[in-house]
C-alpha cells in the first residue's frame, strides 16, 4: 500500500500517495534540487496520483518546497559535534553553496525573502534588500529561487563546484 503525505497545493490540503517512496530514491541518489528536477518529481508523482493539467505547475512548486523541506531533514540527522549539519558528511559551513544578491540589480521585490522557505535571508527595511544572514541555511544544490527573481539579482556559485563533494 503506498503512503500517503499531505502536502498544501494552492493552499488546499491534498494527499498524494506514494511521495516519500519518491523523494527518498532521489535523495538516496543524491540529488539536488534544480529547475529540472520539478518536472521529474512531478512525472513520477504523476505515475500514481491524478494531477489536473492546470493545477501540475501548483504541484511542481509544492513539490520542490517539500522536497527541500525532506532534504533538511535528512541533512540534520547527519550531525557532528555541536549539532553542525553536514552535507555528505562534510561540515556544511565547508560547502561554499548560497545565494549571493547583486543589490545593484535588486528592485526590492521580496520574492526571494518570502519563497524561501529556510530562513536564509533577513529583509533590511532601510535598503529594501534582502540580506544572506543564514547561508548555510541554504540546500546544497538548491538555487530554487534564483529564476523566481526578475532582475536576475540572486547568483550561485558554478554547480560543478559541488563535483568535488560528491566524491567525497
Ligand atoms: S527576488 Fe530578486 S529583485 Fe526581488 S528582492 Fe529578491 S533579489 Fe531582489
Ligand atoms: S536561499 Fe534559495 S536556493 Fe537556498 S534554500 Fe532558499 S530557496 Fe533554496
Redesign the pocket.
Request: glycine residues 6%; contains cysteine; hydrophobic residues 40%.
Given at each position: 500500500m503506498s503512503n500517503v503525505r499531505l502536502i498544501f497545493i494552492r493552499g488546499t490540503l491534498i494527499g498524494v500517495m506514494g511521495l516519500d517512496d519518491v523523494f527518498s530514491e532521489f535523495y538516496d541518489s543524491g540529488r539536488v534540487v534544480d529547475e529540472s528536477l520539478r518536472d521529474e518529481l512531478l512525472d513520477k508523482v504523476k505515475d500514481e496520483n491524478f494531477v489536473p493539467e492546470p493545477l501540475e505547475n501548483d504541484y511542481a512548486d509544492a513539490l520542490i518546497v517539500e522536497y527541500q523541506k525532506d532534504c533538511e531533514k535528512q541533512a540534520s540527522g547527519e550531525r557532528t559535534g555541536a549539532g553542525q549539519k553536514t552535507y555528505r558528511g562534510i561540515p556544511r559551513e565547508e560547502v561554499p553553496w548560497f545565494p549571493t544578491?547583486r543589490e545593484d540589480?535588486?528592485?526590492?521585490?521580496?520574492?526571494?525573502?518570502d519563497f524561501c522557505p529556510h530562513d536564509v535571508f533577513e529583509w533590511d527595511d532601510n535598503r529594501n534588500?534582502?540580506v544572506v544572514t543564514y547561508p548555510f541555511n541554504c540546500i546544497v544544490g538548491c538555487s530554487a529561487?534564483a529564476p523566481?527573481?526578475?532582475?536576475d539579482?540572486?547568483v550561485f556559485p558554478p554547480r560543478s563546484m559541488l563535483e568535488k563533494f560528491k566524491q567525497a
Open positions: 544578491i540589480l535588486c528592485d526590492g521585490c521580496k520574492i526571494c525573502f534588500l534582502p529561487c523566481r527573481c526578475a532582475p539579482a540572486i
